[in-house]
Antibody
Framework: EVQLVQSGAEVKKPGESLKISCKGS????????IGWVRQMPGKGLEWMGI????????RYSPSFQGQVTISADKSISTAYLQWSSLKASDTAMYYC??????????????WGQGTMVTVSS | DIQMTQSPSSLSASVGDRVTITCQAS??????LNWYQQKPGKAPKLLIY???NLETGVPSRFSGSGSGTDFTFTISSLQPEDFATYYC?????????FGQGTKLEI
């Protein structure tokens, strides 16, 4: 079964760093892009960026460029989303998702369960 | 960035109703449009890709149409499990932006 399993919920303070993960299984991890999508409480979906684990080619939305870092470790089939200094406005649910085809542009047909990040003093 | 405008933002309907949601792109995106369903506390689910193609396993009461800048998503006969929020998403250009969502309520 193709699946993405994300790390658990996090509660952090402003200014702290954080790295959340997304582990792929049931498919060739290096052959498909993995993207990240933010959903702030009660709000819609926002595409953050996407990485190709095969060569670490990464594309960011301008809204998130410089605010987060997307990476991947193909040896353990895991993609990451990290912050160096969290803000209260980073409080959101974060989903990883895999496109249905080998290009970044395909629809996301496989989704992780989501990781809730809460940033509060 | 390409802006995607969905309407309506919310919609009240009843079981058995035919429901239509529209999505308008700020520029021509050909047929590079997807539709997702999201239920509370759950990850989104892909329903329609390339504007009109039904994802495997999705009931045929769901359909999509359109090209260029104007797109339509239709549920032909609402079922109780269809009450959710629906999003369109373009993928003609990076970033692949989503519409703001349409909440379908009883």
């Amino acid at each position: 079964e193709v699946q993405l399993v994300q790390s658990g919920a996090e509660v952090k303070k402003p200014g702290e760093s954080l790295k959340i993960s997304c582990k792929g299984s049931g498919y060739s991890f290096t052959s498909y892009w993995i993207g990240w999508v933010r959903q702030m409480p009660g709000k819609g979906l926002e595409w953050m960026g996407i990485i190709y684990p095969g060569d670490s080619d990464t594309r960011y939305s301008p809204s998130f460029q410089g605010q987060v870092t997307i990476s991947a470790d193909k040896s353990i089939s895991t993609a990451y989303l990290q912050w160096s200094s969290l803000k209260a406005s980073d409080t959101a649910m974060y989903y990883c998702a895999r496109p249905s085809g080998h290009g970044w542009y395909h629809a996301f047909d496989i989704w992780g369960q989501g990781t809730m990040v809460t940033v509060s003093s | 960035d390409i802006q995607m405008t969905q309407s309506p933002s919310s919609l009240s309907a009843s079981v058995g109703d035919r429901v239509t949601i529209t999505c308008q792109a700020s520029q021509d995106i050909s047929n590079y449009l997807n539709w997702y369903q999201q239920k509370p506390g759950k990850a989104p689910k892909l329903l329609i890709y390339d504007a009109s193609n039904l994802e495997t396993g999705v009931p045929s009461r769901f359909s999509g149409s359109g090209s260029g800048t104007d797109f339509t998503f239709t549920i032909s006969s609402l079922q109780p499990e269809d009450f959710a929020t629906y999003y369109c998403q373009q993928y003609d250009n990076l970033p692949p932006s989503f519409g703001q969502g349409t909440k379908l309520e009883i």
